[in-house]
């Protein structure tokens, strides 16, 4: 198991250095402005430009300017500094994740509180009308763009905009300062994001459960003598909630590389999404660049975690 | 009165296409210490019937009718919660496929100790100890050990045993066994067959056994009963049904049975045709399309009773005792469904 996580890690590293030269590639190459202009500003002259060419270093030859960068990330954790504002990369993402991060888990909490007990409950009542209308209810939140569920969700629940003002509401995590008004501040977006997700969990862990309740060791559990309930819980939902791990893991990975974006434009949360619509607009390269490897970072750790728990899970799997 | 009456059984399913009569009225008695042999193809309604006794096929588009009395109660009758304490209790059941029927995600102790305290008052530690000595008793060596292994560091063999273990925690008065060997190896099979055997009687439990293949129950059965398309065709003692079959749906299955002991024949005999729709029988005998012995009255449906064997020697066909005696004979000393060359 050490050696497996061991050469888990090492592939990581890797991916994260091919991530870096395609990213680099990507934008270096075949860059949507030329940053050197962008950064002069509309009155620039021929020679400002070239001076700020110099300065950023765009004018050294492409693998030189990649060899410099791979050396600062990997190893100084030095993600160079933004050519708009020249603040440090690091420290932008650093200061934009926790919003990111408090986005992500609080709305993880709610789609598998409310996505697994409906998908339960709708496998156990099959055809039912709960049944029915829950999975209604469901594709309505997956088919809804996110976007605009945030628009209506504001329009009527938010203090400032909405009909019935129960919610905080667009930037009121700018100004909320305690752990707690933050909190409150995302109750609104947590449950935006959420929704979708949750109707995909729901009727994912919904059929994964109707396939488990069928196998032949349920059949089994019954024959014993066991109550529905344990049979349903402790045989049926055991083995149809592993798959469920492996959607998890990808979807907090996707979440905190940046795919919270439309969720944070909508309520203004100043997150890594945000930042990296920002940075594509300005051509802010070592930003995007940050971003990214930020975003295949998380993504590789928790593809690694859920591999690990997998084997926890499921006494089948043995990685050597 | 016998320990188990099942009469008149009737389980049919609402299906989008209508009606599925997979059990279509079966009756029959197992006594205490006996094995009852149920045999019939695929889908005849051998394993939905006995799963019924246990209410494992309940459903909201099932319906059930009939009496399946066991103790002075009616099963079919009794609520779910009665009816979880029958199961695995006084009535135990192991399924064919041994590779699937166990939690492949729980140790095997933990499965049993389960079935143990779903039934019994005892600590954890006590059902433990019990498991590990079922273990032994099923011959799994070094049950200490193997008690804390998954299921799937099990061979079939094993688990089959581990499945009878399982089924044996709560001393059962009647054990079910649904096709219990037909997913092993042929050896595997002699072993498991004489393992039941062994605990019928150590445990003094009735057996139904479930299975499609004749040679099981020869080596095994007291008592038969040949299902066709939802009823019993035939029923009898072994040798009855053996010797002196009446229906002609069990002389297919005779002249379709390989016997090493006998003079090689050509050609095994074979049941043309497939099984009825159970959504559509035909009227009457549902073995009449496949029947070459077919005439006028089999449209109507003949009922189980003694007509030309011996007491207590049942059948549903229409011809004559004496025509059955001379068609049921292909060739000189074997019985057979072809039409003998005239």
Partial sequence: MARYIARRVLWGVALLVIVSAVVFVLFYVFPSADPAKLRAGRTANPQLIEQIRE??????????????????????????????????????????????????????????????????????????????STMIITLAFISAPVFWLGLVALYLFAQDVGLIHIFPGIGSYLSADTFLAKCESM???????????????????????????????????????????????????????????????????LLLAGNAILTETVFNIPGVGQQIVLSIRRSDLPMIQGIVLFGAFFIIIFNLIVDILYAYLDPRVRYQ | MSLLEVRDLQVHFETDDGVVKAVDGISFDVERGETLGIVGESGCGKSVANMTILGLTRSPVTRISGRILFEGGDLAQASSDELRTVRGNDIAMIFQDPLTSLHPFYKVGRQLVEAILTHQEISKKAARKRAVELLGLVGIPDGERRIDEYPHEFSGGMRQRVMMAMALVNDPKILIADEPTTALDVTIQAQILALVERLQEQFGMAVILITHDLGVIAESADNVAVMYAGRIVERGTLDQIFYDPQHPYTWGLLGSLARPDRPRVKRLSQIQGQPPSLLAPPEGCHFRPRCPHEFAKCPQVPGLEVRGGEPGHADRCWLSPEQKRTLRVIEAGRIGLEVPAA
Avoid at chain 1, 85 to 94: E, N, W
Avoid at chain 1, 218 to 244: C, F, M, N, Q, Y
């Fill in chain 1, 55 to 132: 300065q950023l270093h765009l004018d050294d030859p492409i693998y030189v300017q990649f060899w410099d960068y791979m050396k600062g990330v990997f190893l100084h954790f030095d993600f160079g500094r933004s050519f708009t504002s020249q603040a440090d990369v690091r420290t932008i993402i650093l200061d934009r994740l926790p919003a990111t991060a408090l986005l992500v888990a609080g709305s993880v909490v709610i789609w598998l509180m409310i996505g697994l007990p409906v998908g339960i409950i709708s496998a156990v009542m099959r055809r039912s009308l709960l049944d029915r």
């Fill in chain 1, 187 to 253: 109750l609104l977006p947590w449950m935006v994001l959420a929704a979708a997700t949750a109707a995909i969990y729901a009727r994912y862990l919904r059929s994964s459960m109707i396939d488990t309740m069928s196998e032949d060791y349920i059949r089994t559990a019954r024959a014993k003598g066991l109550p529905e309930r344990d049979v349903v819980l402790r045989h049926g939902v055991r083995s149809a909630i592993t798959p469920i791990v492996t959607l998890l893991g990808l979807d907090v990975g």
